[in-house]
T-cell receptor, first 110, second 114 residues
Framework: DAGVTQSPTHLIKTRGQHVTLRCSPISGHKSVSWYQQVLGQGPQFIFQ???????GRGNFPDRFSARQFPNYSSELNVNALLLGDSALYLC?????????FGPGTRLTVL | GENVEQHPSTLSVQEGDSAVIKCTYS??????FPWYKQELGKRPQLIID?????GEKKDQRIAVTLNKTAKHFSLHITETQPEDSAVYFC?????????????FGTGTRLTIIP
């Protein structure tokens, strides 16, 4: 049974560019959440989607957006990248309150 | 919003001894408290969780306790082994199905000394 998958694994961008990160949840899970983990810190909540609807949004600027598709996969988009956006972006899927994380996408902004 | 504090930030214990990590939360509506283990370069892995209707939960060498009145919860690892070395994060959420935002603590780097 496949776990949560994310792509790409690593990404290097320059300031001002935009990026799209992708996540496929565990089969049968309808909820996907996105977190940002800066080196040395705990994950910070960005978004949660359930049944294609946004159910929660963390304290992130409007440059961050996301969506969920009919197959429950999800995309996180970040526009106008800043150096401070460099982090590990984690996707978590859940069917109840237990959240299971994917391997993450390591984004480096130069 | 919810605020979760975690301590200590680093912890070193001799192999075979016990380790305890403590967290406090601020939102009395929080009712779900998971613990995650994160090895270097890896994803956070759920190792144990507890819900507000339970005071203690145990899974082999790992146990978690919850004091709702004091808004404290703790992770206990007994008979520690070198493979327990990792960063541990506590988290809290007020689960409402389809709306489960986790607020994480700042992490504890646990080192097991052989």
């Amino acid at each position: 049974d496949a776990g949560v998958t994310q792509s790409p694994t690593h990404l290097i961008k320059t300031r001002g560019q935009h990026v799209t990160l992708r996540c496929s949840p565990i089969s049968g899970h309808k909820s996907v959440s996105w977190y940002q983990q800066v080196l040395g810190q705990g994950p910070q909540f960005i978004f949660q989607y359930y049944e294609k609807e946004e159910r929660g949004r963390g304290n992130f600027p409007d440059r961050f957006s996301a969506r969920q598709f009919p197959n429950y996969s999800s995309e996180l988009n970040v526009n106008a990248l800043l150096l401070g956006d460099s982090a590990l972006y984690l996707c978590a899927s859940s069917s109840t309150d237990e959240q299971f994380f994917g391997p993450g996408t390591r984004l480096t902004v130069l | 919003g919810e605020n979760v504090e975690q301590h200590p930030s680093t912890l070193s214990v001799q192999e075979g001894d016990s380790a305890v990590i403590k967290c406090t939360y601020s939102d009395s509506a929080s009712n779900y408290f998971p613990w995650y283990k994160q090895e270097l370069g890896k994803r956070p892995q759920l190792i144990i969780d507890i819900r507000s209707n339970v005071g203690e939960k145990k899974d082999q060498r790992i146990a978690v306790t919850l004091n709702k009145t004091a808004k404290h919860f703790s992770l206990h690892i007994t008979e520690t082994q070198p493979e327990d070395s990792a960063v541990y994060f506590c988290a809290a959420s007020s689960t409402n199905f389809g709306n489960e935002k986790l607020t994480f603590g700042t992490g504890t780097r646990l080192t097991i000394i052989p």
